[in-house]
């Protein structure tokens, strides 16, 4: 038995055919462009925190997204192990003198690791290479609780202080006492 189609069910066939090669082209496309078919190389560095790092972070080599962090792993409480992998057309500019920073491009927003391009001279890291990371500290850090709230306690103590004292001056005999003293002096 023969299907005959009249010319309105041609026309929608066509359409949903060209809307399926469509779909398939822009998903190629953008899988291209987020490089997920470019060849990489895996890197490791370690740190003593992964505060703002997580899977997915950035990787920058002088500005320019080169990859991202693949996975984080917490060695002790001081030592945080952080795998990232870099774009092939990236991987000859790490060398054995690169190092690792985290910085946050903005005053706000995510934190990325930035990659120093290697010396000329110096050999280039071999896959999996470590590299030696740099703290750097930037004004969203300062303001956290964790890096203000020790000053914060200590603020609290000296206003203790000087409570006591400015309560010792309201005493008026102190007081003119304390300014005879100056004088005789």
């Known amino acids: 038995m023969k299907i005959k189609f009249n010319k309105f069910e041609k026309v929608a066939g066509l359409f949903v055919l060209v809307a399926i090669l469509g779909f398939v082209l822009a998903t190629l496309g953008v899988a291209v462009k987020k490089g997920w078919f470019s060849s990489k190389m895996g890197f490791v560095t370690t740190m003593p925190s992964a505060d703002g790092i997580h899977p997915g972070t950035t990787v920058q080599i002088s500005g320019l997204r080169a990859g991202s962090v693949d996975d984080i792993e917490l060695i002790s409480g001081t030592e945080v192990k ?6 092939g057309k990236f991987t000859h500019q ?6 690792v920073q985290v910085i946050r491009p903005f005053i706000i927003g995510d934190k990325v690791l930035e990659l120093t391009v290697g010396s000329d001279t110096a050999p280039m890291l071999e896959e999996h290479g470590m590299l030696l990371a740099e703290s750097t500290v930037d ?13 914060l306690e200590s603020l609290g ?3 203790d202080n000087l409570k006591f004292v400015a ?7 102190r007081a003119k006492s304390i300014v005879k003293m100056f004088d005789e002096v």
């Open 167 to 173: 309560e010792a001056f309201l005493d008026k005999d």
């Open 157 to 159: 103590k000296l206003a």
């Open 82 to 87: 952080v795998r990232f992998g870099i774009s």
């Open 94 to 99: 790490v060398k054995k003198d690169s190092v």
């Open 139 to 151: 004004i969203m850090d300062l303001m956290s609780g964790r890096s203000l709230g020790p000053y």
